[in-house]
């Protein structure tokens, strides 16, 4: 059962475009979300991470949305570059649950110059 | 501050052996959660040690087992390995459990492994 469900798989836009990469999740248990940035032969790197009492949350070019009702969230990433071109995981961990991730299926993003 | 180190980065097994993965954390870093990648299964999580304990653990066979030592380094182990075992295997660690105000998981580069 794939308890955060994440889309597009893949994505491609243009230089400056803001691509935006969407998560829903079941578990209202749930209490914070993180989002991952991974390239080619490396291990996932934290980009910015939201709490259910936030409904945005920006750091730098990052930016998340939250909505708690839908249980969904989003990460835009506004002025997009080439170099963000990488793979992007969106996460939740439930509280008492000690530091246990539970990862979105991945969105490919190219950004084409 | 030198990041997480995994070691070694690849391994070559064969069906039936068994293999230990090293993990250091980030100095002063208590808390070591592991990961198994695919692409068929994305990232899931197989286990987290703290203070030597495990404190969580995914769904996972036996065959899957880890330890922490009072260093705080981690070895996961996998035994009688299986083609679908096949795997970038990710450790991630942070200073303290999740809720004390030290939430930040950083990952290690993983190590690869391959079963033929």
């Known amino acids: 059962q794939q308890q955060v469900k994440q889309s597009p798989q893949s994505l491609i836009v243009q230089k400056g475009g803001i691509p935006i990469i969407n998560c829903a999740y079941e578990?209202?248990?749930?209490?914070?979300f993180p989002w991952y940035q991974q390239f080619p032969g490396k291990g996932p790197a934290l980009l910015i991470a939201?709490?259910?009492?936030?409904s945005e949350k920006k750091e730098g070019r990052f930016t998340i949305s939250f909505n708690k009702s839908a249980k969904q969230f989003s990460l835009h990433i506004m002025d997009s570059q080439p170099g963000d071109s990488a793979t992007y995981f969106c996460?939740?961990?439930?509280?008492?649950?000690?530091?246990?991730?539970?990862f979105g299926g991945g969105t490919r993003l190219m950004v084409k110059p | 501050k030198a990041g997480v180190t995994q070691t070694p980065r690849y391994l070559i097994k064969t069906r039936g052996q068994q293999v230990t993965l090293s993990c250091s954390p980030i100095?002063?870093?208590?808390?070591v959660s592991w990961y198994q990648q695919t692409p068929g299964q994305g990232l899931q999580f197989l286990f987290e040690?703290?203070?030597?304990?495990?404190?969580n653990k995914g769904n996972f066979p036996g065959r899957f087992s880890g330890r922490q030592f009072s260093n705080s380094r981690s070895e996961m182990n996998v035994s009688t390995l299986e083609l679908g075992d096949s795997a970038l295997y990710l450790c991630?660690?942070?200073?303290?459990?999740?809720?004390?105000?030290?939430?930040?998981?950083?990952f290690g580069p993983g190590t690869r492994l391959t079963v033929l």
């Open positions: 996460a939740a961990r439930k509280n008492n649950a000690g530091n246990m991730l539970t």
């Open positions: 939201i709490r259910p009492d936030v």
């Open positions: 991630a660690s942070s200073p303290g459990l999740a809720g004390s105000g030290t939430d930040t998981q950083y």
């Open positions: 040690y703290f203070s030597e304990t495990q404190r």
């Open positions: 100095s002063g870093h208590r808390s």
């Open positions: 578990n209202t248990a749930f209490d914070y």
